[in-house]
């Protein structure tokens, strides 16, 4: 059974840090992307960032970029993101996901979900 075990979400001050992890099990890690989506309240699920098999191919969502940094680790299973500089704005629940489609910005495109950490940045 594939699962997606996230920590590292609290409450932090604007311009402050986070760094969120997540450790997966149940499934080949080296053989998938992985991505990490955020969900505020009252908004669609929303692309974050994409790391490949490799992490050779790395792609950021435009509000996040040069702030966060996604990376992952294969021989502890777990996919990081680095969170800099964060903004009131940035208050959501994150999610990681392993992707078995080909869409990398899609959720849809993600089957294998964790269970969300929230991440509150206050003014």
């Known amino acids: 059974q594939v699962q997606l075990v996230e920590s590292g979400g609290g409450l932090v001050q604007a311009g402050g840090s986070l760094r969120l992890s997540c450790i997966a099990s149940?499934?080949?890690?080296?053989?998938?992307?992985m991505g990490w989506f955020r969900q505020a309240p009252g908004k669609e699920r929303a692309f974050v960032a994409h790391?490949?098999?490799?992490?050779?191919?790395?792609n950021y969502a435009s509000f996040v970029k040069g702030r966060f940094t996604i990376s992952r680790d294969t021989v502890k299973n777990t996919v990081y993101l680095q969170m800099n500089s964060l903004k009131p704005e940035d208050t959501a629940v994150y999610y990681c996901?392993?992707?078995?489609?080909?869409?990398?910005?899609?959720?849809?495109?993600?089957?294998?979900w964790g269970q969300g950490t929230q991440v509150t940045v206050s003014s």
């Open positions: 790391i490949s098999k490799s992490g050779g191919s790395i």
């Open positions: 149940g499934l080949t890690f080296r053989t998938y992307d």
């Open positions: 996901a392993a992707l078995t489609g080909v869409r990398v910005t899609r959720s849809n495109d993600y089957n294998y």
